[in-house]
C-alpha cells in the first residue's frame, strides 16, 4: 500500500517537471507568436498610438482699407478646458463618483460658485456643446429649477427630396440667470461623460475667452488640479465693430448643414472657424491659407512630446486691401444712421462706388451690427441681434429689392434715347393728368386709369419739356409717354424694349460683388406677368414701369450700378470691394482689374443728354435735388420717390398709409460727381423714409461733402476762427 | 562547525537567479515609473524593499524549518480565524472585503495566509501521510482547505481564492494519493462546476466576460490590448531599456506592477522575455530540486508550496500579460513593484533555503 503511494508521489514529482516544461513552452511560444510572428502588426499599433499628423492653423489674413487701415485682425484668446482621463487616477475601476468630486474641485478653483460672470460663461459653453434639450435635462435632473425663454428658431424640415427652413418658436433655457454649482458640475459631468465616448484624451473647454490676466490668475489657481489644461487661440476681431460688418461678415464654427461640403475641401475640424458671411465668406479659402502638417510623438493624454517628422510651415492666409475707405465708410454711417432715427425709418442703405472701376468705396446697411459678439459667444447682444425684428444681419444693399421710383426714368430716358423713341429736342407737353381708356369700354371716360405726376398734386404742370427738362423736374407725365407711349402722337418703348434696357442697365440676375446674399431680380415683362399674375401685360404697365413704379424692382446696389452707367458713359460695371491680396512678406499676389458687364448700346452723344438731365437736377434752378450741392464739385444726381406697398396681413392692407389713404414712400437719391470726370457714385436708400429730395439728398451731399472737402472743421477751430 | 555545513548546502545557483531577477526587477521598476513623477523614487524603494527582503531571507534559510511544524495548528486557525474576522468586521474597498484594520492600517490577511496554508498542508500531509490513501483523510484534507478558500472566495478574491485551490491542490497531489481518488475528486469537481457558477460575484463575471469577449467591456480591455501591442512591439530585441514608446508615453497602464512583463517584452524584447521565463522556470525548478532532496515529507511539501506559489503567480501574471489568462491582481514573482509581493517572495525563497541546508540527515544526527 505504502509502495504504491510512494510512486505517485513520485509520479506526481515527474509530472510536475513535465508540467513545468510545458507551461514554459507554452508561454515561451506564445511570445514567439506575438513578438516574433506579428511583431510588425503590433509595432504598427504602436506607432499609431504615439505618432499623429496634426494640422498647424495658419494665422488668418488681415483686412485693410484702401488707406492701410486695419478692419480685422487676429487676437490672442484664452480656454480653459479639462481633459476627462486626467480627472481620475490610472486604475482601471474608476470610481464613477471621483470624477464628479474633481469637477467640483476644479469649478471651485475657477470660482464658478461665486463669480456671476464665471458661472454665466461656463453655462453658455455647456449650452453649445450639449445642445438646448439635453442642456435642460441635466440641469433639472440635478434639482435645479431652470428658467426657459421663447424664441424663434429656424429649422431644416426635411420635405422628401427637399430641405427647406422653418421658423417655429421654441422655448430655450434662459442663459442670462447664474446656475447653482450643482446644476455646472451636472453639466460639466455630462460634457466629459460624452467627451469619453471619442478620446477621454481630448479637451472639454469650460470657459472661454477669458482675458489674459484672468487666465494667469485662474492657471495659478488651478496648477494643483489635475485635468486642467489653459490653451490658447487666435480670435478674429474687428476693430470698427457695427461701422463695416455687412461688408467684412463674420466667423463661425463650420455650420452643420455644411459639414460634407467643407470636409470634401479638406477641413479636419469639423468646428473649424470660417467665414460666414460678408467678405470673410467670400474670401474664406485666401483668408485661411494652408494649414501646415507636423508628425508629433504624443504620449496618452494626447501632450506633444516632440516633432518627429518634416514640418509642412503654414502658409499664412492672404491679406485683403479694399477699395472701402474706412473714414468715408465712417462719415456714411453716420450721416444715414442720424437720418434713419430722424424719420423713424426700419432700414436704410448708403453705397460709395468708382463709377470707372466698380470699386466700393463705402457700404452702409442699417440696422446693422457688432460682429464681434459672434467670436464672443452668445451673450445678452447675440440674443438681443436674434430678436431684432428689422433682422439687422441682412444686408440691404444687396439683400432687398425695391421699386427704385424715380431713379429708374434715367434708364427709361437712356432707352427711349437709343431706340429712337425721341430726339433730345423732342417736346412732350405736360397739361395735367392722362387717362388712359378701359380696354373694352373705350367710350366711357369714367373707367379710364388716370395717371399723374407728382407735381399735380401740388397744381403745377410742366408743360413743355424736353428730356433734360423731364428728368431735372422728375416729370412723370413725360416718361409715361415713353414708356406706353400715346395714341396717336408717340409709339412708346413698350414692355419688351423697356425689360431689354432693364436687363442692360443691370438690373436683372445679380450684379456680381464680391458678397455672399445677393438677391436675384427678374424684369417684368408680358410672359413674366402671365406666368406670375395670369394677366396679360397692359399699357398701365409700361407707364408704371417707365418710372420705376409697379413691377420694377431693384437692390439699392443695382440702382447705383445703373447710376454709374450714366455716370463712365455707358459702362456696366461690376462692383468689387477687395482690389488686392498681399501675402505674408507683403508680396502682391491678386489684383482687381476692373470688369465691364457690358457696354450700353447708346451712343455718348445720345447718353449725354441723361447726363445732362441729371446735372440739372442738381445745378438748374428748378431741379429736384438743388440741395445735394457740394462747394468746389459738380454734382449730378437724381431723386426717387418710390410708393410702395409692405402688404400687412393684420391689417390685410398696405403698412404706413398716411391720413389720406396714401401709400408711403422710400427715399431714393442717387448721385456723382465731378460730373465732368465722375470719381464717385453714390446711392442713398431710407425705406419708408418719404420724400427723395428732403431725406436721402442731404444724406448724399454731407458725403459727398466730405469725399471732395474733407472733415468739417470742428467747432472750436471755428470760434477761434471768429475770435481772432 | 554547524554553520559550515550548513553553508555548504546552501543553494547558490538559485540565488544567484534570484538576484538577477531582482535586480532586473529594479531596473524595470524604474523604466516604467521614472517619466511619472509622482513614481519616481520607486525604484529605490524597490531596492529598499529586495534589501529588507533578502534578510529575511538569510534570516529564514538559518532558522530550521522543522521547528515550523510545531506552528502547524496555530497558523491554521489563525488563518480561518482572521478570514473570519475579515468576513464579520472587515473594510470594504473596491467593492470587497479583504482588508482588516490593524493599529490604524488595512491589513489583508490573505497575502500572508498563503504561507500559512502552506506550513498547515505540509504539516498535515506529512503527519497524516500513511492514511492518505484511505479516502476519508483526503476527505479531511480537502475539507480543511475548503474552509479558508470559502471565505476567501466570499470576500469576494477569486484570484486569492484559486490560488489557494492551487497550492492545496499541488500540495495534495505531490503527497501521493490513489489514482483512483483523484479520479472521483475530479468528477466530483466538474459535477459541483454548474453550481459554483451560479456563486460567481459580479466583477467575476465580468472579468471573464472581458477576457472571453474583448470587446464587452472597452476600458478594461483597452490595457490588455496595449499590453499586447507592447508586447509585439519589443519583437527580437526590444526598443531599448528605457525606450519602450507604450511603456514611456504610458499608453500602458499599471505598467510598474501588473503589467511589468509588458514593459520587459516591450524594451528587452524576445530575447529579454525568454531569458526572464528562463530564469523564473530555472527558479522552480531548483525548488522543485529541492524539493526532490528534502530529508522529510514536511520539507518536501513546504518547498513544493513555496514552488507552486512563485510558479502559479508567473503562469498567471504572465498569461494575463500575453492575454491567454484573465486579468488578476497577481504580480510577478521577484520583479513587479510592491513591498509586500517582494519580501514574501524572498521569504518564500529563503524557507526553501532553510530545507536544502538541511536536507543530508546526516548531518544533524
Known amino acids: 500500500m505504502f509502495e504504491r503511494s510512494e510512486r ?53 489674413g488681415v483686412i485693410y482699407d484702401r488707406n492701410g487701415e486695419i478692419l480685422a485682425r487676429n487676437r490672442p484668446s484664452f480656454v480653459i478646458a479639462v481633459v476627462p482621463a486626467e480627472l481620475s487616477d490610472d486604475l482601471i475601476d474608476t470610481d464613477v463618483d471621483e470624477e464628479r468630486l474633481a469637477i467640483e474641485r476644479i469649478l471651485r478653483a475657477l470660482k464658478a460658485d461665486s463669480d456671476p460672470e464665471i458661472a454665466l460663461n461656463l453655462a453658455e459653453v455647456m449650452f453649445l456643446r450639449l445642445g438646448r434639450a439635453d442642456f435642460a435635462d441635466v440641469v433639472t435632473s440635478a434639482g435645479v429649477d431652470l428658467d426657459y425663454r421663447l424664441v424663434t428658431l429656424q429649422f431644416v424640415e426635411k420635405d ?38 471619442g478620446s477621454s484624451f481630448a479637451a472639454i473647454p469650460l470657459l472661454e475667452l477669458v482675458n489674459r490676466e484672468r487666465a494667469f490668475d485662474v492657471a495659478e489657481e488651478i496648477f494643483q488640479l489635475p485635468g486642467v489644461k489653459v490653451q490658447q487661440i487666435p480670435v478674429r476681431e474687428y476693430v470698427h465693430e457695427e461701422l463695416v460688418s455687412h461688408t467684412l461678415g463674420f466667423l463661425g464654427p463650420i455650420p452643420a448643414l455644411a459639414a460634407e461640403i467643407y470636409e470634401a475641401e479638406g477641413y479636419r475640424d469639423p468646428n473649424e472657424q470660417v467665414g460666414l458671411n460678408g467678405l470673410e465668406y467670400t474670401y474664406q479659402d485666401e483668408l485661411r491659407g494652408v494649414p501646415g502638417q507636423k508628425y508629433i510623438e504624443v504620449d496618452i493624454l494626447g501632450r506633444e512630446m516632440r516633432t518627429v517628422g518634416q514640418v509642412i510651415e503654414p502658409l499664412p492666409g492672404l491679406n485683403l486691401r479694399l477699395s472701402i475707405d474706412i473714414r468715408l465708410q465712417e462719415v456714411m454711417y453716420n450721416a444715414l444712421a442720424a437720418t434713419v432715427e430722424k424719420v423713424k425709418s426700419p432700414h436704410a442703405v448708403a453705397i460709395a462706388m468708382n463709377p470707372k472701376t466698380g470699386a466700393i468705396l463705402g457700404l452702409v446697411s442699417l440696422p446693422s451690427f457688432d460682429n464681434n459678439i459672434f467670436s464672443e459667444g452668445i451673450g445678452p447682444e447675440y440674443l438681443a441681434l436674434e430678436a431684432d425684428e428689422r433682422k439687422p444681419l441682412i444686408n440691404y444693399a444687396i439683400g432687398g429689392l425695391y421699386p427704385p421710383g424715380s431713379i429708374f426714368k434715367l434708364v427709361t430716358a437712356t432707352a427711349a434715347l437709343a431706340e429712337g423713341v ?130 420694377v424692382l431693384g437692390t439699392p446696389l443695382q440702382v447705383l450700378v445703373s447710376t454709374a452707367a450714366v455716370a463712365n458713359g455707358g459702362y456696366v460695371m461690376k462692383p468689387q470691394i477687395v482690389q488686392e491680396m498681399i501675402d505674408a512678406e507683403g508680396g502682391l ?40 450741392r457740394v462747394a468746389g464739385v459738380t454734382v449730378a444726381g437724381k431723386t426717387g420717390t418710390a410708393e410702395f406697398c409692405q402688404w400687412d396681413p393684420a391689417i390685410e392692407d398696405c403698412a404706413f398709409r398716411d391720413k389720406d389713404d ?15 470726370n465722375p470719381e464717385i457714385a453714390l446711392v442713398v436708400f431710407v425705406y419708408n423714409g418719404g420724400e427723395g429730395s428732403t431725406v436721402a439728398a442731404p444724406v448724399a451731399q454731407e458725403v459727398l461733402n466730405f469725399y471732395f472737402n474733407g472733415p468739417p472743421p470742428a467747432e472750436e477751430d471755428i470760434q477761434t476762427a471768429t475770435s481772432e | 562547525m554547524l554553520d559550515r555545513s550548513l553553508l555548504r548546502n546552501f543553494d547558490l545557483l538559485l540565488m544567484v537567479a534570484v538576484l538577477a531577477l531582482c535586480g532586473i526587477g529594479i531596473a524595470m521598476v524604474y523604466s516604467a515609473t521614472n517619466t511619472t513623477i509622482d513614481l519616481a523614487d520607486y525604484w529605490e524603494r524597490q531596492l529598499f524593499f529586495m534589501l529588507v527582503g ?48 490593524v493599529g490604524g492600517t488595512l491589513v489583508q490577511p490573505t497575502e500572508a495566509g498563503k504561507f500559512l496554508l502552506i506550513i498547515f498542508f505540509a504539516w498535515y500531509l506529512s503527519r497524516f501521510q500513511e492514511q492518505l490513501q484511505r479516502f476519508g483523510y483526503l476527505l479531511a484534507a480537502l475539507f480543511l482547505l475548503a474552509v479558508p478558500l470559502t471565505f476567501v472566495y466570499l470576500q469576494p478574491d477569486l484570484g486569492m481564492a484559486i490560488t489557494f485551490a492551487f497550492i492545496g491542490g499541488v500540495l495534495i497531489l505531490v503527497s501521493g494519493i490513489r489514482l483512483w481518488h483523484i479520479a472521483i475528486l475530479g468528477m466530483g469537481g466538474l459535477a459541483a462546476l454548474p453550481f459554483l457558477a451560479g456563486t460567481l460575484q459580479g466583477y467575476m463575471v465580468e472579468r471573464l466576460q472581458t477576457f472571453l ?81 528534502a530529508q522529510d515529507q514536511f520539507g518536501r511539501l513546504l518547498t513544493m508550496g513555496v514552488a507552486s506559489i512563485i510558479f502559479f503567480q508567473t503562469f498567471v501574471n504572465v498569461g494575463m500579460n500575453l492575454s491567454i489568462m484573465p486579468v488578476t491582481g497577481l504580480t510577478l514573482p521577484f520583479i513587479s513593484y510592491g513591498g509586500s509581493s517582494l519580501i514574501s517572495m524572498l521569504l518564500a525563497v529563503g524557507l526553501a533555503q532553510s530545507v536544502v541546508m538541511r536536507h543530508r540527515k546526516m548531518d544533524f544526527q
Open chain 1, 662 to 676: 396714401n401709400l408711403p414712400f422710400h427715399a431714393w437719391y442717387v448721385a456723382y460727381a465731378p460730373f465732368e
Open chain 1, 8 to 60: 505517485t508521489a513520485t509520479l506526481a514529482t515527474a509530472m510536475v517537471r513535465l508540467g513545468l516544461l510545458a507551461a514554459f513552452l507554452l508561454l515561451a511560444g506564445r511570445l514567439y507568436q506575438l513578438q516574433i510572428l506579428q511583431s510588425v502588426t503590433y509595432q504598427a499599433q504602436a506607432d499609431a498610438n504615439r505618432f499623429r499628423f496634426i494640422e498647424v492653423a495658419p494665422p488668418r
Open chain 1, 160 to 197: 422628401g427630396e427637399t430641405e427647406r427652413l422653418v421658423e417655429r418658436p421654441t422655448l430655450i433655457p434662459d442663459l442670462s440667470k447664474q446656475l447653482p454649482l450643482e446644476g455646472l458640475v451636472a453639466l460639466v459631468y455630462r460634457a466629459v461623460e460624452l467627451g469619453t465616448q
Open chain 2, 54 to 101: 533578502l534578510a529575511v531571507l538569510l534570516a529564514v534559510a538559518f532558522f530550521d524549518y522543522r521547528h515550523l511544524e510545531l506552528l502547524a495548528q496555530p497558523a491554521y486557525a489563525g488563518l480561518v480565524g482572521s478570514l473570519l474576522l475579515v468576513y464579520l468586521f472587515g473594510a470594504v474597498q473596491g467593492g470587497s472585503q479583504r482588508w482588516i484594520g
Open chain 1, 589 to 628: 499676389q491678386w489684383e482687381f482689374t476692373p470688369q465691364v458687364v457690358r457696354e450700353l448700346p447708346v451712343s455718348k452723344s445720345l447718353l449725354h443728354y441723361v447726363q445732362q438731365g441729371l446735372w440739372a437736377v442738381v445745378n438748374a434752378p428748378y431741379g429736384t435735388a438743388p440741395n445735394s
Open chain 1, 422 to 551: 425721341i430726339d433730345p429736342t423732342s417736346v412732350i407737353v405736360d397739361n395735367g393728368p392722362i387717362y388712359l381708356r378701359n380696354r373694352f369700354f373705350p367710350d366711357d371716360l369714367s373707367q379710364a386709369q388716370k395717371f399723374v405726376s407728382w407735381n399735380h398734386k401740388l397744381g403745377i404742370y410742366h408743360g413743355r419739356l424736353t428730356v433734360v427738362e423731364a428728368l431735372a423736374l422728375s416729370n412723370d407725365i413725360f416718361f409715361y409717354w415713353l414708356g406706353g407711349g400715346f395714341p396717336d402722337s408717340l409709339e412708346g418703348l413698350g414692355n419688351e424694349r423697356l425689360a431689354k434696357w432693364m436687363n442692360l442697365f443691370g438690373y436683372a440676375g445679380q450684379t456680381g460683388i464680391d458678397l455672399p446674399g445677393e438677391v436675384t431680380s427678374f424684369p417684368p415683362d408680358d410672359q413674366w406677368k402671365r406666368i406670375n399674375l395670369a394677366e396679360s401685360w397692359t399699357t398701365g404697365d409700361s407707364y408704371n414701369m417707365a418710372i420705376g413704379q409697379g413691377y
Open chain 2, 213 to 293: 469577449d474583448p470587446s464587452s467591456n472597452r476600458d478594461a480591455s483597452f490595457n490588455v490590448l496595449q499590453a499586447l501591442i507592447s508586447i509585439g512591439n519589443g519583437s527580437w530585441l526590444g526598443k531599448g531599456w528605457g525606450h519602450g514608446s507604450q511603456n514611456q508615453l504610458h499608453f500602458l497602464r499599471v505598467r510598474h506592477t501588473d503589467f511589468i512583463f509588458s514593459v520587459i517584452a516591450e524594451e528587452l524584447g524576445f530575447v529579454g522575455t525568454i531569458l526572464i521565463l528562463l530564469l523564473l522556470f530555472f527558479v522552480i525548478w531548483r525548488l522543485v530540486r529541492i524539493a526532490d532532496m
